[in-house]
């Protein structure tokens, strides 16, 4: 059975909060990448998540919330949390915040952790689905783990047909890449992913954002395991020209079968990324990357470009 697509009317909307409600799994777009969207506070339901895009149980997930509000009941805001949200919610940042005691996101959904993920979406769809439905939503990108992020609802239904029930058509979505994750917990904030959220902006409210190592800390994002994000072809990153046989995804003037921004504008490119990368893999050649500037936007392309090359 494959799962319907349907654009984002008010019905759907109603449609998509009953299936949650009785424990299935809706595809919903954001800001960043479609998501795949669970009740958090049914362990069944989200055990049905885990196996749908077969991510491993200890990789927590994202609550995504309708309000502040609500974000308050399950996370604890210290200071530094209350000004990143009144700054940047809604939008694509991910706070990562201590539990509070008395939280709705099951423990599951946390990995079992003692902290929260928590985001509040930037997209008329997802907002209206999260208060339709009136509590916390578990989303993870739409896509096997370790696999290209969905932009489109095509690409949810090609990755994921027959595992979810419904998928909400609210065409591409405008970021393209996921939301930027700081863990806020300690004195000095650590930027655990690089996403839509540029570094630059964070930076102005936190001079000193740390960075995760790559060893350290339980639990490693998979935007911090070493392959991800991947396509099937091989990738070969900073090309200035492709090879015989390779195929050729360029950046600003140097052309290419296709360019992720022909004017060299790190937003366009970020919101074609993973579109691109898999119109290019499903020609089934090798693929040469345009050097990509690592300022704003670039960090993070560079980030999942760097993944999504790594070999086993
Ligand atoms: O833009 C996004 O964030 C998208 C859209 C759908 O909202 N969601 C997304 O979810 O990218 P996912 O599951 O693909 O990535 C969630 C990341 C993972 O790297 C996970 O390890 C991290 O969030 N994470 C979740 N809870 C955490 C926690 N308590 N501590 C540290 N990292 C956490
Ligand atoms: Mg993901």
């Not at 201590?98 to 008329?124: E, F, M, T």
């Not at 696999?147 to 405008?174: F, K, N, Q, W, Y």
């Not at 863990?183 to 409210?205: F, Y």
């Not at 998979?222 to 990738?235: E, F, I, S």
Request: proline fraction near 9%.
């Amino acid at each position: 059975m494959t799962a319907p697509i349907l654009s984002a009317t008010p019905d759907t909307i109603a449609r998509a909060a009953d299936i949650l409600r009785r424990g299935g799994l809706v595809a919903m777009p954001t800001e960043t990448v479609y998501g795949l969207a669970a009740d958090a506070s049914n362990p069944r339901a989200v055990a049905r998540l885990y196996q749908a895009k077969g991510r491993p149980r200890f990789n927590p997930l994202i609550a995504h919330v309708a309000s502040l509000d609500e974000a308050r009941r399950e996370g604890t805001f210290n200071r530094t949390a209350e000004t990143l949200a009144a700054k940047f919610w809604p939008g694509p940042l991910t706070l990562v915040l201590p539990v509070v005691p008395q939280h709705s996101v099951c423990d599951l959904a946390r990995a079992g952790l003692d902290s929260i993920a928590l985001r509040r979406p930037d997209h008329p769809v997802a907002q209206a689905l999260l208060e339709h439905f009136g509590g916390p939503l578990v989303a993870p990108s739409a896509n096997p783990s370790g696999r290209i992020s969905p932009t489109r609802a095509e690409h949810v239904a090609a990755d994921m047909a027959g595992l979810v029930d419904l998928i909400i058509d609210g065409g591409p979505c405008r970021a393209g890449i996921e939301s930027t994750i700081i863990d806020v917990r300690t004195e000095r904030p650590m930027l655990l992913r690089p996403g839509s959220l540029k570094r630059e902006a964070l930076e102005q409210i936190i001079p000193s954002l740390g960075e995760q190592c790559e060893a350290s800390n339980q639990p490693r994002s998979p935007g911090q395991l070493l392959r991800h994000y991947a396509p099937n072809a091989a990738l070969r990153l900073n090309a200035k020209a492709p090879r015989e046989g390779e195929l050729y995804l360029g950046f600003g003037d140097c052309g290419g079968d296709l360019n992720l921004s022909p004017t060299g504008d790190l937003g366009e490119a970020a919101a074609n990324l993973f579109a691109h990368l898999r119109a290019l893999d499903q020609q089934g050649r090798p693929i040469a990357i345009a050097p990509i500037p690592m300022s704003g936007l670039g960090e993070a392309i560079n980030d999942r470009l760097t993944r999504a090359a790594k070999r086993d």
